[in-house]
């Protein structure tokens, strides 16, 4: 993740006031996607999940991607 401007080739949301912007051909291969803010011991940060972390995990659902 990072902060930038929609270029060309982007697919853009807008989801409860907060843009997001995705290369069109990443998404297209990672889609759906999930991004929450998670708190614990260690601080707070934001998770990013996808259907290409499931797919190039070889663990399963016993690990977190």
């Known amino acids: 993740m990072a902060l930038d401007e929609p270029q060309g080739n982007d697919q853009v949301f807008d989801e409860k006031g907060i843009k997001f912007v ?17 708190q614990s011991a260690m601080g707070g940060g934001f998770k990013v999940q996808s259907e290409l972390s499931k797919k190039e995990s070889g663990c399963g659902t016993s690990c977190s991607c």
Do not use: A, M, R
């Not at 051909?25 to 999930?34: A, K, M, R, V």
């Open 22 to 38: 995705i290369d069109k051909n990443l998404y297209e291969e990672t889609q759906p996607i999930s991004v929450d803010f998670v």
